[in-house]
């Protein structure tokens, strides 16, 4: 059974303070690693996909990689806008459905 | 361009009845998802649709929940005989295709079951 762990379950930080997020994960063979932010009353924005060990995405202050086993979600001296739910999901070759973890709850203080 | 849109954005209803909830894709989007979110249990899938094929219903909790998509386009999930674990989010997401398959999702509809 495919499954996704994220860690810390939350995570305070203050204003520029730097840290990664883990997404752990099992799955019969990957398709796509995703992350996601979402905020309060609202639904999961799309950030990131990775497909394959070694790869690395960058987007503002956030940089997502990927090993064969986890991928990290690191935020570079981030901003009290920064803070949200940050969700990770797997999709295993053959399914459509997105496997999803927990999610990490960052709060950034000014 | 607009994204996933539902509706309602908020239901209250009582134990018993049935409820409906929409979802309007992102227009050229041929897949479409639903899952469910609750305090606890993570965001979980129910179903997906992908054009005219026939529907992974393997998601579905019980023969209480159905979904159909009509017109390739809009979809409508169906709880009947809500029970007070039914509360929880539903969310609607749509993929441009089985090819380019990131997932976008709308704001959700929240099921409050008294």
């Known amino acids: 059974e495919d499954q996704v762990t994220q860690s810390p379950e939350a995570l305070r930080l203050q204003e520029g303070e730097s840290s990664s997020l883990n997404c752990s994960y099992t799955?019969?063979?990957?398709?796509?690693l995703f992350w996601y932010r979402q905020d309060p009353g609202k639904g999961p924005e799309f950030l990131f996909t990775?497909?394959?060990a070694g790869e690395e995405k960058e987007k503002e202050r956030l940089k997502a990689t990927l090993t064969k086993k986890e991928s990290f979600l690191h935020i570079t001296a981030p901003k009290p806008e920064d803070s949200a739910t940050y969700l990770c999901?797997?999709?295993?070759?053959?399914?459509?459905?997105?496997?999803f973890g927990q999610g990490t709850r960052l709060t950034i203080n000014p | 361009g607009a994204g996933v849109s539902q509706s309602p954005s908020n239901k209250v209803t009582e134990k018993g009845k049935d409820v409906e909830l929409r979802c309007d894709p992102i227009?050229?989007?041929?897949?479409l998802y639903w899952y469910r979110q609750s305090l606890g249990q993570g965001l979980e899938f129910l179903i997906y649709?992908?054009?005219?094929?026939?529907?992974?219903k393997s998601g579905l909790p019980s023969d209480r929940f159905s979904a159909e998509r009509t017109g390739g386009s809009v979809s409508t999930l169906t709880i009947q005989r809500t029970q007070q674990e039914d509360s929880a989010v539903y969310l609607c997401?749509?993929?441009?295709?089985?090819?380019?398959?990131?997932?976008?999702f709308g704001p959700g509809t929240r099921l409050t079951v008294t």
């Open positions: 997401a749509s993929s441009l295709n089985v090819v380019s398959y990131e997932q976008y």
């Open positions: 999901a797997v999709q295993a070759w053959g399914a459509q459905k997105l496997v």
């Open positions: 799955v019969s063979g990957l398709r796509g």
């Open positions: 227009s050229g989007h041929t897949a």
């Open positions: 990775l497909y394959s």
């Open positions: 649709f992908q054009g005219n094929s026939a529907p992974d």
